[in-house]
């Protein structure tokens, strides 16, 4: 076997020996001619100094390739790759999260539009669907950076709205005004309609910038919404008021007050005024309530007692008929007796009293708010022929 190795190593180097040859090489300069030879084993050598050099020059470039890519993490080693992976999830999640910070920006402009304009709708119509509301968060000056393009038309109609919230603020508070005079002019305060406000304090910290815009856009859109509740409130509050007639054509024998007592003849108060009309004319609720008595009561004779809410009361009295049971929850115009003349009473009629915390007050006022008797001529004589009373 060894023997057979070594003629082949012998063969192999004949070979090589054979490929480098004495050569003769003649160089012609355009005069003359020059003839040179290279022995073999000088071209043995050169051949190996050449081969040695490529050699070197190939592993070097490999070398350099390989550093080349294992810094781009492309193919490179283990942590070429993880810092290459690390860069591209980061890019990503910065990615991902701006999109979620316009997303963000978007839905928060879009509801806060959504809202204001329905506040502005309810203030300007006066009707609304009982369920409007200012929760919308405030955006922070980095988010509303990133989403500035995306939410710029959202934007200006903020702008827009803000401008308006102005104007319907100061047309809300012309209907409240409007309407806390009337309560005022029939003795009823405004305030016994309206919630307690609760306290409100904490430490001072400013804003600034784009903050501060929206905190000034948000403080006016509050002011408004506060408005409207107090005058949606206020208005509510109306169909409480006895403010209908409760018979069909009303005139007056007694007023309230003090008067001349129709069985003594001395002096007394009358806490109602007394409506007359023939035997068995409807009575009807003067506003919305729950009834609290519908009895036999003294003086009253047959009477109904009906409960406003707000410490508001109105009395029917005489009714020849009570059409009503306790405790039923009854709305302004509805049927509840038929006129009579039963209890202290000289004739048909209803006597009819409002009170307010318990107390009588004159009901004349009440009923000059009714619709039906707006624009008609007041009656200048109140005693006039007809049925008398003395319930009080």
């Not at 050099?53 to 390739?65: E, M, R, V």
């Not at 591209?88 to 204001?116: N, S, T």
């Not at 806390?180 to 009823?188: D, K």
Request: include cysteine.
């Amino acid at each position: 076997m060894i023997l057979f190795k070594s003629l082949r190593f012998a063969d192999l180097a004949h070979q090589v020996k054979g490929q480098f040859k004495t050569r003769d090489f003649i160089l012609h300069d355009g005069h003359s001619l020059r003839r040179f030879s290279v022995a073999g084993r000088t071209q043995a050598a050169l051949a190996i100094g050449a081969g040695v050099t490529l050699c070197f020059t190939a592993y070097g470039a490999t070398q350099a390739a390989a550093s080349a890519v294992a810094l781009s993490g492309v193919l490179g080693g283990p942590q070429g790759e993880a810092a290459a992976l690390a860069r591209l999830q980061g890019e990503v999640a910065a990615m991902q999260a701006k999109v979620e910070a316009i997303k963000h920006a978007a839905k928060v402009h879009a509801a806060r539009v959504e809202q204001r304009q329905a506040l502005i709708a309810a203030v300007l119509s006066g009707e609304s669907n009982g369920k409007l509301a200012l929760n919308t968060p405030l955006i922070d000056a980095k988010t509303n950076a990133v989403a500035a393009d995306v939410v710029a038309p959202l934007t200006k109609v903020e702008r827009d709205q803000l401008a308006l919230a102005v104007r319907a603020r100061l047309v809300a508070e012309r209907r409240y005004a409007l309407a806390a005079n009337h309560f005022r002019r029939l003795g009823i305060a405004p305030e016994r309609f309206q919630a307690r406000a609760g306290g409100q304090g904490g430490p001072y910290e400013p804003v600034t910038g784009v903050q501060a815009a929206e905190a000034n856009a948000e403080a006016e859109f509050r002011s408004l919404f506060m408005t409207w509740k107090k005058l949606e409130t206020l208005e509510q509050a109306v169909i409480a008021i006895p403010a209908m007639q409760p018979v069909d054509k009303v005139s007056f024998t007694s007023t309230f007050g003090v008067r001349s007592d129709p069985f003594r003849g001395t002096p007394a108060m009358h806490a109602g005024v007394d409506i007359p009309g023939a035997q068995g004319t409807p009575v009807y609720a003067t506003a919305d309530g729950v009834i609290a008595r519908a009895e036999r009561s003294g003086g009253y004779g047959n009477m109904v007692e009906i409960n406003h809410g707000r410490g508001i009361a109105t009395r029917y009295g005489h009714l020849s008929k009570i059409m009503i049971a306790p405790n039923t929850r009854v709305t302004r115009g509805q049927l509840i007796g038929l006129m009579g003349s039963t209890g202290r009473s000289t004739g048909t009629h209803l006597h009819y009293e409002v009170r307010i915390d318990g107390q009588a007050v004159n009901p004349i006022p009440f009923l000059q708010t009714s619709d039906v008797l707006k624009g008609a001529t007041p009656v200048e004589h109140p005693l006039v022929a007809g049925g008398s009373d003395a319930a009080n």
